[in-house]
């Protein structure tokens, strides 16, 4: 599966933005997507995942809870992040990626994935 990540952008703090992956390949849904971001200097980490196979089993980091939300159209082969109360600390470039494992508990390492999509850059800045 080939993934692209886009939607990224500047932002205000407190505003809001919506990325999206698109996948290629007929057996999407198949696949369970996490979104991960990188800043400057620092390890890439988990931001959110959405379970594959019919399940749409959700976990979070504690850092977006509440104020992210994972959503996935299997119709569009799309998966969408909508990022809402953004903060300075939320500026990473955000990647999307793909395994076939519907084990959502275990999703949360950049490890866990075999694919993986290019970045898309969030700013957040006042």
């Known amino acids: 599966v080939q993934l692209q990540a886009s939607g990224g952008g500047l932002v205000h703090p407190g505003g809001s933005l919506r990325l999206t992956c698109k996948a290629s390949g007929r057996t999407f849904r ?12 620092k ?6 995942v959405i379970a594959g196979a019919g399940r749409s089993t959700q976990k979070y980091a504690e850092a977006v809870k509440g104020r ?17 109360s953004l903060q300075l600390e939320d500026t990473a470039v955000y990647y999307c990626a793909a395994d076939r ?14 694919y993986w999509g290019q970045g898309t850059q969030v700013t957040v800045s006042s």
């Open 68 to 84: 992210f939300a994972i959503s996935r159209d299997n119709a569009k082969n799309t998966v969408s992040l909508q990022m809402n």
């Open 30 to 41: 198949d696949y369970t997507i996490g979104w991960f971001r990188q800043a400057p200097g």
């Open 43 to 48: 390890e890439r980490e988990f931001v959110a």
């Open 101 to 114: 494992s519907i084990i959502v508990s275990s999703m949360a390492t950049p490890n866990a994935y075999d």
